[in-house]
Nanobody, 119 residues
Framework: QVQLRESGGGLVQPGGSLRLSCTVS????????LGWFRQTPGLERQFVASIRWSDTRTYFADSVKGRFTISKDKALNKVYLQMNNLKSEDTALYYCARGSSPYEDYGSWGEGTEVTVSS
């Protein structure tokens, strides 16, 4: 069984940056994909970015392309989401998840970390 724990959220001004971390406990397979999603009250959870555990392929939502990057540290079993040039619409609860494909089929989720972009 995999457990995921997010950290790094907080309050940041528009244009600022934050780096979210996801610590993964348990086994990850070569077919595993680690992803970041976000959700605001009243809206469905939204895909943000993902990375394959076995190689360097990454995937991004159009809304964050060019501003967010995703990376991993296999030795530490961590995945990171670097968020730059943050906008108010990036405000959300951010979740880390493990799946088997880049955009869907995620079965294990963390509890989330809150990101607020406000002046």
């Amino acid at each position: 069984q995999v457990q995921l724990r997010e950290s790094g959220g907080g309050l940041v001004q528009p244009g600022g940056s934050l780096r979210l971390s996801c610590t993964v406990s348990g086994r990850l397979y070569s077919t595993s994909v680690l992803g970041w999603f976000r959700q605001t009250p009243g809206l469905e959870r939204q895909f943000v970015a993902s990375i394959r555990w076995s190689d360097t392929r990454t995937y991004f939502a159009d809304s964050v392309k060019g501003r967010f990057t995703i990376s991993k540290d296999k030795a530490l079993n961590k995945v990171y989401l670097q968020m730059n040039n943050l906008k108010s619409e990036d405000t959300a609860l951010y979740y880390c998840a493990r799946g088997s494909s880049p955009y869907e089929d995620y079965g294990s989720w963390g509890e989330g970390t809150e990101v607020t972009v406000s002046s």
